[in-house]
């Protein structure tokens, strides 16, 4: 069965549904959510929606926690990212809001483990930005059966490789170095005797890559795609500034 991993899709509705058509012609069946779909964007409300009908499973997000109200005062207060969650609490109603809070923090299946920062503390919202981060991230999982870490959270795809020695490596691809301009797909084996982290970047807010990417995970074929689509720019502006959301800095 392959499974669509999405992450981070930012009340970018937009976005979201050209990954859905995507990971249908690819032949997906199933479609894990790693959280945040609330934050960044022009839509919170239909982008909820799109989640809760299409998903299987949907994890909690940093930006989602904050909306609901869950972290902290101060820490919501000195992070102007979060700005835009606290404006979009009055766009859902009760109902929306008690599924949401509903989320888990970590999903487990088919061999591999699903969570939106890190492993080491789903629920403090980490990051795995590098190799020393990926390995604490298999040490505090050393003793799950799980062979794969599936993640988000950083808005950049990227996979790490424990090797049996015990040896992490980056699985760098260099067509991973600059945004798709067409669609693309970067291959991943997974070898039965090595443990994987896999980031699948953002579905709808790709500041760091600057396209629009997701995975796709065959357990049967042991394989992981990181699937690379281009992001329309121009369109996401004009939704922005139609909902009169303010243009972040990188976009002006």
């Not at 207060?77 to 109603?93: A, E, M, S």
């Amino acid at each position: 069965m392959k499974t669509a991993v999405m992450s981070d899709v930012h009340a970018n509705p937009a976005a979201l549904r050209a990954a859905l058509v995507d990971s249908r012609l690819l032949g997906c069946t199933r479609w894990i959510f790693l959280g945040d779909v609330t934050g960044y964007g022009y839509d919170v409300r239909v982008a909820l929606e799109l989640v809760r009908a299409r998903f299987d499973v949907a994890l909690m997000g940093n930006h989602d926690s904050v909306l609901l109200g869950r972290e902290p005062a101060m820490l919501v207060l000195l992070c102007p990212n979060y700005d835009i969650d606290v404006r979009q609490r009055h766009q859902l109603n009760d109902e929306e809001k008690d599924w949401l809070r509903q989320r888990p923090f970590v999903h487990r299946e088919a061999g591999a483990t699903f969570v939106h920062g890190d492993m080491t503390s789903p629920a403090q919202w980490r990051y795995i930005l590098d190799t020393p981060s990926a390995i604490l991230n298999f040490k505090a999982t050393e003793d799950d059966a799980e062979k794969v870490i599936f993640c988000g959270h950083s808005h950049h795809a990227e996979v790490w490789e424990r090797e049996p020695s015990g040896a992490v490596r980056h699985r760098y691809d260099t067509s991973m170095d600059k945004p798709a301009e067409v669609a693309e797909s970067v291959v991943i084996d997974l070898a039965p005797d090595r443990r994987y982290i896999v980031n699948v970047g953002s579905v709808g807010y790709p500041r760091n890559d600057l396209c629009m990417s997701y995975a796709v995970y065959d357990p049967e074929e042991r394989r992981v795609t990181l699937r690379r689509l281009p992001f329309d720019f121009p369109g996401y502006i004009a939704n922005l500034q139609s909902a009169g959301v303010t243009l972040p800095r990188w976009l002006r």
